[in-house]
């Protein structure tokens, strides 16, 4: 499948690449992502905000005779044009921002700023997908992923990066793979492991309020935007909590597969 505009594979990569993976030790360089601004919707926006503020300015100026009015549809037309100004130029803010996906980790330029992360330091990751469609016809989707390393830095990549959706997989399959041993392991040892709402050990998975033990699940899922858990002989749900609040949701449902499967 051909690479989206903005996506560069890693013979077209420039030399800045090799040098910051060679600096945080992050391996061989794979992919950068740029960002993408849509400059027909700037465009658009740009012209009927313009619009609508010159027609609040000229409004102003045929109420010249009643000041108190004048000078309000000036302050509205002054401030209807301060914001297409605003939304025209931020896309400016970001468009040098890229990103490296490299064999050890990635890293996120974003101007004179450069954060680092090695897939054996990142600790967490939320993941937000939201897709919108309108009397059953689809609209679009809307990206969010949050990377916490451990030693607290966060970044968060959302939809300003071309396929987004491919980075934020790429990082969500090598922390899966670095953690997922790790969290198998404290598991078998008898540990409690933790994935925000959730927690998981030998006598089963808690959502804060109760324990479901591994015999009485009857199916746990992730299911449009929820992690839908049932118990066995119920019909409602035992618990459902919005994927975006479970951090390492990919780990999460791994380690209870990882369980399920070892008890049948």
């Known amino acids: 499948m051909a690479q989206p505009m903005r996506v560069l594979q890693h013979q077209q990569l420039p030399p800045e690449a090799e040098q910051l993976a060679a600096m945080y030790q992050l391996g061989t360089p794979q992919?950068?992502?740029?960002?993408?601004?849509?400059?027909?919707?700037?465009?658009?926006?740009?012209?009927?905000?313009?619009?609508?503020?010159?027609?609040?300015?000229?409004?102003?100026v045929g109420s010249a005779s009643?000041?108190?009015?004048?000078?309000?549809?000036?302050?509205?037309?002054?401030?209807?044009?301060?914001?297409?100004?605003?939304?025209?130029?931020?896309?400016?803010?970001?468009?040098?921002?890229?990103?490296?996906?490299?064999?050890?980790?990635?890293?996120?330029?974003?101007?004179?700023?450069?954060?680092?992360?090695?897939?054996?330091?990142i600790g967490a990751m939320w993941y937000a997908v939201t897709r919108y469609s309108s009397y059953g016809v689809y609209r679009r989707t809307i990206h969010k992923y949050t990377i916490r390393r451990k030693d607290g830095v966060k970044v968060m990549l959302d939809d300003r990066f071309a396929d987004v959706e491919t980075l934020g997989n790429t990082i969500s399959r090598e922390l899966t793979r670095c953690l997922l041993p790790q969290v198998i392991n404290a598991y078998n040892a008898g540990?409690?492991?933790?994935?925000?709402?959730?927690?998981?050990?030998?006598?089963?998975?808690g959502n804060g309020r109760e324990l479901l033990p591994w015999n009485q699940i009857k199916e746990l899922r992730v299911n449009r935007g929820f992690v839908m858990a049932r118990k066995e002989g119920k019909w409602l749900t035992w618990s459902a909590v919005r994927v975006a609040d479970v951090p390492n949701i990919f780990v999460f449902m791994a380690l209870v597969d990882y369980v399920l499967k070892g008890q049948k």
């Open 31 to 60: 992919v950068e992502y740029r960002t993408r601004a849509r400059v027909g919707v700037i465009i658009a926006w740009g012209i009927l905000g313009g619009i609508l503020g010159c027609i609040f300015l000229l409004a102003g």
């Open 66 to 121: 009643d000041v108190a009015t004048m000078i309000t549809f000036f302050i509205i037309g002054l401030l209807i044009l301060g914001v297409v100004l605003y939304c025209a130029l931020l896309p400016l803010t970001y468009r040098s921002w890229r990103a490296y996906t490299c064999t050890e980790g990635f890293v996120i330029v974003r101007g004179s700023r450069v954060d680092a992360f090695r897939w054996d330091q």
């Open 191 to 205: 540990s409690t492991i933790t994935f925000g709402p959730f927690s998981v050990s030998l006598q089963g998975v």
